[in-house]
């Protein structure tokens, strides 16, 4: 038995009483790990790009660009490529499964957005090699159950073919992985030119382009020179980053950030208050062993040591367990929910659990070094 | 092992001062005690209760401090050290035997005797071997694994005397360390202590109600409010 054994029979000597603060903690690591992984998740903004620039209308997400913006955008100092994409929203089957489709030009996407939506030339080929071809995200694919050469029906919710139908057909040429886990894959990219020519209205016009600035450019002051070449035009521009731009879509339902940390710090004051509760009163019944302690020669720092070791190990325990759930759940969730538990955040929680844990057995190791040897002796 | 007996004191207190406050009463415990303890002795110390013979021990075992006068052990002066100096005290030249053993419940009797060499730097293996010894020298040979409330009162006491023993201090310190046990058990425990003292040279103090127990001891001290009255030798 070493040292830490010691605190590990500590802490099990009530065994019921250390399981119930086990799962206290792992509760709330568990809580942490998925809010923290929706908020890094598709679902999320965390894996947004920070350098693609997305150029919309300053009017509102509602109103379309006009497809000649598109010279003046190419010409722009600093801009490396452009690519452009108009939204198709809809849903396949019943209403209530929503399909978002995004009408791009193959070769240009490739270009600008490639890298980060995983398009390897393969996929590509594919696509271009009819116009009614689309590729699938993976974890729209996984949640439909789709397979590269099936045929798909997407019923728009606002956009109608010029044939007066509300019904887009398309094939499906490949499926696309994403560059990481937190990469939205939940939606399908199609032929822009298809849909530009079969739609009823909007013609040659897009709902927003998308930039790559050229290597050390900075995308805040392209942003901002954009901007300004449409300040006077007829359809001025509001030009964010993917991650700014999906931060203020997040943020028009709710600030979702805000709501995530104030969950998991009420989470985590409660844990506190249970757990340093509970550990005080567990010290104190044991004033008297930690007297026979200080009798043999354990001195103040190491019953301190002894009593923060019994915290840490329930906290290690307890948050292990909480986020092995958490990882199985992201796992378990599937794809639709996006959930994706990075390995920052893990190195997050694990700062957490050793944190929360000194914090924790503070205040119990402080009353049991205080008590004098001779006190607690006679507390038996 | 430590020295065998010398006539040079071990133990001197000179002059000790020691009193309680009970609301804004002050108790005299101890005015001016003297007192010279040569290492290798054996000595026991008896009277009433409330004479002061559990504060005596627990100043010599350095968890309480003199008011004044001067404690010296060997080659320390408890009553100049801070409470970290005597806990590293305690844990290298002092081991103490109690009258309810006070054993940790949740640790088996190897790991009770373990524990005061948790403070020493030594590897897990030493560790284990010096107590596979101490329990063979108290008797408890491959009975290291049991816990304490499986064990009888006289066994717990010979695990208490071998956690007391197992960093081999050179003084041993008893709290009544008979008094909760049968008179066979209480037989076995001072055998052990008289071993102890004839064949080890540990040096002993035991305060004890006993007179068996006493007569067990060298020497035989009895206090009463605060001095010692009078000395007994043994035969």
Known sequence: MGYLGLARR????????????MVCVAIAFLIYGLTASFQHGSQGAA????????????????QSLPMAYLPRLEAAPGVAAVAWMARLRGFAGAESNVIAVSAADPERLAAVNGPELGLAPGLMAALTGARDRVLVGHALA????????????????DTP???????????????FEGAGPSTDTYFVIARYDYVNALRARGSDSVDAFVVRPQEGVSSGELARSIDALFANSAAPTRTQTEKQFLEAFLRQFADVGLIINLVVGADFVTLLMIVINTLVLAVRERRFEIGVLKTLGFSKRRILALVLAETLFIFAVGGGIGLALAKGATLLAGASLGLVLAPLILGKAIALIVSLGAVSGL??????????????LRTR | MTEPATDAPYIALKAVQKGFKIGAEAVPIFTALDLTIPRGDFVAIMGPSGSGKSTLLNMLAGIDSPDGGELRIGSARLDRMGEGARSSWRAHSMGIVFQFYNLLPMLTAAENVELPLLLKP???????ARVEKVLDLVGLSGRGGQYPALMSGGEQQRVGIARAIVSDPALLLCDEPTGDLDRKSAGGVLEMLRFLNRKLGKTIVMVTHDPRAASCARRTLHLDKGQFLEERRAA
């Open chain 1, 47 to 62: 894996g947004a790009s920070e350098d693609l620039l997305g150029v919309m209308s300053a009017a509102g997400r509602g």
């Open chain 2, 122 to 128: 030594l590897a897990a293996r030493d560790r284990r």
């Open chain 1, 161 to 175: 073919t010029a044939a007066g139908s509300r019904d887009w057909q398309f094939e499906i040429a490949g499926i």
């Open chain 1, 142 to 157: 996984e949640a439909q159950g789709w397979a590269p050469g099936q045929r798909i029906t997407v019923t728009a919710f």
């Open chain 1, 10 to 21: 500590n802490a099990w000597r009530k065994p019921l009483r250390t399981a119930l603060l």
């Open chain 1, 363 to 376: 205040i119990p190791a402080i009353s049991a070094i205080r008590s004098p040897v001779i006190t607690a």
